[in-house]
């Protein structure tokens, strides 16, 4: 099982971005798939969920109505759409696959700051 996250960087307060996470090794479409992420000195904490067909999405409070998460089921791909993005939002994000028994990606660091 691997999954191999990308499209983090510096960005400026406000401004958006677009994490994937690219997956190999199971059965992707079988699975719904969350999106979590660990700023320094915190714990990890769930951002967005997707089911397994891609028609139940769920987001944390605080993300509501500024990300968006999607899936390519054709690709093995899960897709994290961030806007106007906020400097505590600084951290690195990961992808999960929702029970599925395997080691954490090595995430994609996202910082935002002026």
């Known amino acids: 099982v691997q999954l191999v996250e990308s499209g983090g960087g510096l960005v400026q307060p406000g401004g958006s971005l677009t994490l994937s996470c690219a997956t190999s090794?199971?059965?992707?479409?079988?699975?719904?798939m969350r999106w979590y992420r660990q700023a320094p000195g915190k714990e990890r904490e769930l951002v967005a969920h997707?089911?397994?067909?891609?028609?139940?999405?769920a987001y944390a409070d605080s993300v509501k109505g500024r990300f968006t998460i999607s899936r390519d089921n054709a690709k093995n791909t899960v897709y994290l759409q961030m806007n106007s993005l906020k400097p505590e939002e600084t951290a690195v994000y990961y992808c999960?696959?929702?029970?599925?028994?395997?080691?954490w990606g090595q995430g994609t660091q996202v910082t935002v700051s002026s």
């Open positions: 090794g199971f059965t992707f479409s079988s699975y719904a």
């Open positions: 997707m089911s397994s067909a891609g028609g139940s999405t």
């Open positions: 999960k696959a929702w029970g599925l028994l395997a080691s």
